[in-house]
């Protein structure tokens, strides 16, 4: 087999430049030691032909079944092809061991693989991601940017993130209409949310939906007076607080 037809209902983008590929799996390092690797989406295996050295323990997951025999006639006995949507099958305990995650990412689920990221953090040590240029900036950007909302905080509150490079679309097959972004995600060592998860979600989600409005007005519907009150910055917007403050906003919401 020759090569695969890009799908639309997929997202499918094949990233076709060589010197790309060897930069994103060369940012694994050199936290790499002692993980596995699930590469997500392999497609032609751009990445894992490179990621087949590194002697780690490699997993890809593919639901093209175009992309699942290209990858059986070409890679069979050099790694683990599992068959299936990534986000059902991490649901699912496929990431029981302690993980580098990578890949060229569809961005009509990308975002969805950010959540299933954070999710399962205690398995997820690294991440190495390729997203849509907006997405990648969002996840990496600091408070006090336009770019700054729900994902960063997410995210940055259990990942050390950084954006790597730009990459045009020229690089893949067929080329998207837009530019691409890679980021690398390394787990933070204290990564332990000292509050309800459920509430600091529900509470960055709340205020980021109206990230005009402060947080006073943005939070009314769980607000009690006396703790809104007592939080210093109750009239700044969601786009202002770093994620230590939402973490004192929860205690202050668990302890009225």
Do not use: W
């Amino acid at each position: 087999m020759k090569s695969v037809r890009a799908k639309k209902s997929f997202g499918q983008h094949f990233l076709k430049n060589e010197s790309i590929a060897h930069q994103i799996v060369e940012a694994l390092q050199p936290e790499l030691k002692r993980l596995s690797i699930i590469e997500i989406g392999p497609g032609m295996g751009v990445l894992t032909k490179y990621l087949i050295h590194l002697n780690n323990a490699l997993k890809v997951v593919e639901l093209d079944r175009e992309s699942i025999a290209f990858l059986k006639e070409n890679y069979q006995n050099k790694l683990e092809i599992i068959e299936g949507d990534f986000l059902k099958l991490a649901a699912e305990n496929l990431i029981q061991v302690p993980t580098a995650i990578i890949g060229n990412f569809p961005y009509n689920i990308s975002t969805q693989i950010i959540f299933q990221t954070i999710y399962n953090r205690n398995q997820v040590a690294l991440l190495v991601g390729m997203f849509q240029k907006e997405v990648a900036k969002r996840l990496c950007s600091a408070p006090g940017n336009k770019e700054y909302g729900i994902l960063s905080v997410y995210l940055q509150t259990f990942y050390e993130c950084s954006y790597l490079f730009t990459v045009e679309p020229g690089s893949f097959q067929p080329p998207p209409k837009v530019n691409s972004g890679v980021i690398k995600a390394v787990r933070k060592e204290n990564y332990e949310l000292p509050c309800d998860e459920t509430l600091y979600l529900r509470l960055i989600k709340m205020a980021f939906n109206q990230r005009r409005k402060t947080l006073r007005n943005a939070l009314k519907q769980l607000m009690v007076e006396k703790n809104i009150s007592s939080f210093e910055n109750e009239n700044k917007r969601a786009e202002q607080l770093h994620f230590t403050e939402f973490i004192e906003l929860c205690f202050l919401f668990e302890n009225r």
